[in-house]
């Protein structure tokens, strides 16, 4: 089971339970996530108010699994996990206790609230890997973080600490698994339809996933290119790529 869904009054709690893979995504675990939440989302104030979202073990999402997770299935998976995230009709906490790193990050950007813990760091990687992100992750990364560190951490692959997500405003609680619980039960508490207003007028930011044409060409480019298969390649021989533009 990738998925485990546990139900706490009008809370529920969703946990990516791949602790073997440091609960990397694949195209079995985005899919069961996307469903839950809209299966939770159909049943309406009645059933669930809020949606928390953790991972087993020492890490939160270690990102895509690459045993064969990049390609046009796989991401378009991706796409619809985080569009479920957006849409959910209540809030998405995420409960960060580790490192959330790549789609690990998308999923904490989709998450309307983020709890992040002592041992949890951010890291979006593509700048080393050869690939390219759509449009809604990079605006969305520049809207919550800022634009100059949204720079830093997408073209300079910097790492984001708990400390740095705290002071800007990334992590909304500082604190371990149970005060994320106790946070997420309190949000679970609130209205349900001045909630939902909310949340759907905040996530009303004017773009999406698509990109320009110059942008989707571009963004093709990189993921078809011999440079990512290199960055794949040096990974699995535990050496740096050797990037050569092509």
Known sequence: MVLRYEQQDHLAILTLNRPEKRNALNLELTTALADELRTLSSRGPDHTRA?????EGAAFCAGADFSG?????????????????LEAPVPVI???????????VQVALACD???VGDNAWFLVPPAKLGFALDNWTIRRAASMLGGSVARGVLLGVQKVSADLAGQLGFANERGDADAALQYAQTIASYAPLSVQQLKRVLN???????????QQQMYEAAWSSQDAQEAIKARAEKRAPEFRGR
């Open 204 to 214: 009303d930011e004017g773009f999406g996933f698509a990109l320009s044409a110059t």
């Open 51 to 55: 949606v928390l979202i953790r991972g």
């Open 113 to 115: 609230l983020r709890v």
């Open 94 to 104: 995420a409960d960060i206790q580790g490192p959330a790193v790549g789609a690990g």
């Open 69 to 85: 997770v990049y390609n046009e299935e796989f991401l378009g998976s991706l796409q619809r996990m985080l569009t479920a995230i």
